[in-house]
Nanobody
Framework: QVQLVESGGGLVQAGGSLRLSCAAS????????MGWFRQAPGKEREFVAA?????GRTYYADSVKGRFTISRDNTVNLQMNSLKPEDTAVYYC?????????????????WGQGTQVTVSS
């Protein structure tokens, strides 16, 4: 069982930045592809970004491309710049053994509890 713990959420004004981090309770962290998803009130959970097990490939939703950057070292991080009110959501970190269909919720084996990001206008 892998536990994922997100941190770094908060309240920020539109145009501002936040950095989310996700720590995993496994020594085999580097063998998992990692993803970030988000869920706004009344909406379905949606893909935000993903990174391959070795960090060599990254993927982004069109809505965040050019504004968000995913990276990994001992944690997986999501740098969010130029934030917009529509970015307001609970952000979830997830781990995938296969990392093939990185946009698909069902691809991920483990999920964190989420961290709230609120962007005020």
């Amino acid at each position: 069982q892998v536990q994922l713990v997100e941190s770094g959420g908060g309240l920020v004004q539109a145009g501002g930045s936040l950095r989310l981090s996700c720590a995993a309770s496994t020594r085999t962290f580097s063998s998992y592809a990692m993803g970030w998803f988000r869920q706004a009130p009344g909406k379905e959970r949606e893909f935000v970004a993903a990174i391959s097990w070795n960090g060599g490939r990254t993927y982004y939703a069109d809505s965040v491309k050019g504004r968000f950057t995913i990276s990994r070292d001992n944690t997986v991080n999501l740098q969010m710049n130029s934030l917009k009110p529509e970015d307001t959501a609970v952000y979830y970190c997830a781990a995938s053994r296969s990392g093939i269909r990185y946009e698909q919720i069902g691809e991920y084996d483990y999920w964190g509890q989420g961290t709230q990001v609120t962007v005020s206008s």
